[in-house]
C-alpha cells in the first residue's frame, strides 16, 4: 500500500519501547487500507482484515501493550485479538467519540523472548460496522 513500507522494527534506544507504527506494518484483508490522513490502518470490515509487524526485542520479559487508536461513537462493540509469541490479547474496542479523535489505552500484557517476534491484530467477533482506525502499537517493557 501507498505509505506502507513493512520492516523489522526495533526498540527505541532510551526506554527501549517498541512501537509497531501502521506505516511499517504488513497489511492484508478484503478491506482494511491504510489511510494518509492520520497515517492509520481503516475500514476494518473483513473478518479476512488483519495487520502484522515483525520485531526485535533485545531486553526479554514482560511488556505492556498499548493502542493508539480511535472509533466512532455509531459503531458496535467490537473486538480484537492480537496474537504474539504464543500469547492472545483480547479486548473491546471503545468508542473515542468519533473517527478523528485518537486514543492511547493499555490492552494487556505480554512475555516476550529475547530475538525476532511477529505481532498479528485482527477482528476477533463479527463485526458491527467498523473495527476501528490503528495509528500505532506500542509494546512497553514493564519496569520493576
Same mark, same amino acid.
Given at each position: 500500500?501507498?505509505?506502507? !513500507?513493512?520492516?523489522? #522494527?526495533?526498540?527505541?534506544?532510551? &526506554? &527501549?519501547?517498541?512501537?509497531?507504527? *501502521?506505516?511499517? /506494518?504488513?497489511?492484508?484483508?478484503? =478491506?482494511? #487500507?491504510?489511510?494518509? &490522513?492520520?497515517?492509520?490502518?481503516?475500514?476494518?470490515? *473483513?473478518?479476512?482484515?488483519?495487520?502484522?509487524?515483525?520485531?526485535?526485542?533485545? !531486553?526479554?520479559?514482560?511488556?505492556?501493550?498499548?493502542?493508539?487508536? *480511535?472509533? /466512532?461513537?455509531?459503531?458496535?462493540?467490537?473486538?480484537?485479538?492480537?496474537?504474539?509469541? /504464543?500469547? &492472545? #490479547?483480547?479486548? !473491546? #474496542?471503545? *468508542?473515542? +467519540?468519533?473517527?478523528? =479523535?485518537?486514543?492511547?489505552?493499555?490492552?494487556?500484557?505480554?512475555?516476550?523472548?529475547? +530475538?525476532?517476534?511477529?505481532?498479528?491484530?485482527? @477482528?476477533?467477533?463479527?463485526?458491527? +460496522?467498523?473495527?476501528?482506525?490503528?495509528?500505532?502499537?506500542?509494546?512497553? @517493557?514493564?519496569?520493576?
Amino acid at each position: 500500500f501507498k505509505g506502507n !513500507e513493512p520492516i523489522v #522494527v526495533t526498540p527505541e534506544p532510551y &526506554r &527501549r519501547e517498541i512501537w509497531l507504527l *501502521s506505516t511499517t /506494518g504488513e497489511i492484508y484483508g478484503d =478491506t482494511l #487500507v491504510m489511510e494518509d &490522513r492520520f497515517n492509520n490502518l481503516g475500514y476494518w470490515g *473483513s473478518m479476512n482484515d488483519h495487520a502484522c509487524w515483525n520485531f526485535k526485542v533485545e !531486553e526479554p520479559g514482560d511488556y505492556s501493550v498499548w493502542l493508539d487508536y *480511535s472509533c /466512532g461513537s455509531q459503531e458496535g462493540a467490537n473486538t480484537f485479538a492480537i496474537d504474539v509469541a /504464543g500469547q &492472545r #490479547v483480547i479486548e !473491546e #474496542v471503545d *468508542s473515542t +467519540g468519533d473517527w478523528e =479523535t485518537y486514543r492511547i489505552k493499555p490492552v494487556g500484557e505480554v512475555t516476550l523472548a529475547e +530475538g525476532l517476534n511477529r505481532l498479528t491484530i485482527r @477482528p476477533f467477533m463479527k463485526l458491527d +460496522g467498523y473495527l476501528m482506525d490503528l495509528k500505532s502499537i506500542a509494546l512497553k @517493557p514493564e519496569r520493576e
